[in-house]
Each structure stands twice: as C-alpha cells, then as structure tokens.
C-alpha cells in the first residue's frame, strides 16, 4: 500500500441518485487496489453557492465558511481525484461545479480521472470536465468510464457491462500511474 490517498469524488446530491450504486461500485474494485481511495461524497457537504469575495485561487485555503472549510480539508487530504459524474443538460451538475469553484489551491496539480454516467454514458459532462480541471493545471487521465443508462442499468439498478469492469481497472491504473509520478 503506498501512502497517497485518491478521492472518490461524488458529485450528484439527488434523491434516489444513480451516483450512489455508481460510488458503491467504485469502492468496491477499489479494494483490490494498492492505494487508499477515499470517498468524498457531496451529499456530506452542503455547501452554500460560490460567493465569497475573495476568488478561491487567491484564498490560500482559508474560508469565512465552516462547510467550505470543512470540504477543503477533506479536498486537501488528497494526492488525485476520480470524478463520479452524471451529465445535466449535456454539462457537468451545477452542484459538483459549485463545490470545485469553491475551492482553489486544494486541487491544484493533482491528477484526476472520470466516470460519467448517463443517456450517452455522461461523455458530454466529461468533456466539459475537462477544460475546468485543466484551468487548476490538473493532469488527466485519457482512459474514463462512461456507463451507460440504456445498457449498464437494469431493473435492480447498476449492472455494467463487463468490458465496463476492464475500463475500470484500465482508469485507475493511469490516474495511479499520475499519481504516483506527481
Ligand atoms: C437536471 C438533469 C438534467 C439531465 N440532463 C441529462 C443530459 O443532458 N444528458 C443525459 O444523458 N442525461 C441527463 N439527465 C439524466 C441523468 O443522466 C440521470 O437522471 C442520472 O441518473 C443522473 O444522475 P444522478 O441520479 O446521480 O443524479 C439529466 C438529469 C437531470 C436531473
């Protein structure tokens, strides 16, 4: 086991979200691995919209804000990042947006990969995903997994294909790989 630490960042709040058999699934191919991966689930942090005067990249990690504060510890904590995100109106959702605005310095650097989900496996979030992380010069892993609703979800909810499993492995390998090299 090395001694970094990559976040499960889960970024959909809904009520009878899909995000939480997608998380669970994560978690548990993530117990093979030779790494720490964290779960920070965005439903424990309810955090106020963005709107603190000071820009986030110019708050050296310190918030009037118990919440963001709390959010930016747990952020700080980690050494890269794997996105668990749906796709909303062929973006990233306002919420998972709202908390990576809120913070600066704590992602800075650090590698992140993807997982979307959605009618077309969430792709479109992914590469609106993209251009944002870039801004905060995270590297990223190429590999992503794109579950999709019409064929990786059935009646009793997540049931991914099995070259999804493969393409897992395959993501965490790259962002490990980044990690690692960081
Ligand atoms: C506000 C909203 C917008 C959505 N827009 C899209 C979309 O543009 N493309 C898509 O494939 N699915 C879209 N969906 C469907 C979601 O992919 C699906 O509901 C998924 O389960 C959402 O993830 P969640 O359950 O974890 O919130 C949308 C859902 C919501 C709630």
Redesign the pocket.
Known sequence: MTESTIGVFVG?V?E????EQVRDWIVEAAKERDIEYRVIDLVDHVLPLMSAAIPPAAANKTYDDEHVTRFSQAIDECDGFLFVT?????SV?GPMKNAFDSLGGEWVGKPVAFVS????G?V?AVEAWRPAVANLYMPQARAQIALR?ATDFGDNGLEPEAHQGEQLTKTLDELEKLVGNH
């Open positions: 959909s809904r009878g979200r899909a995000g749906p796709e909303y109106n062929h959702p989900y959605g009618a077309e969430g479109r609703l």
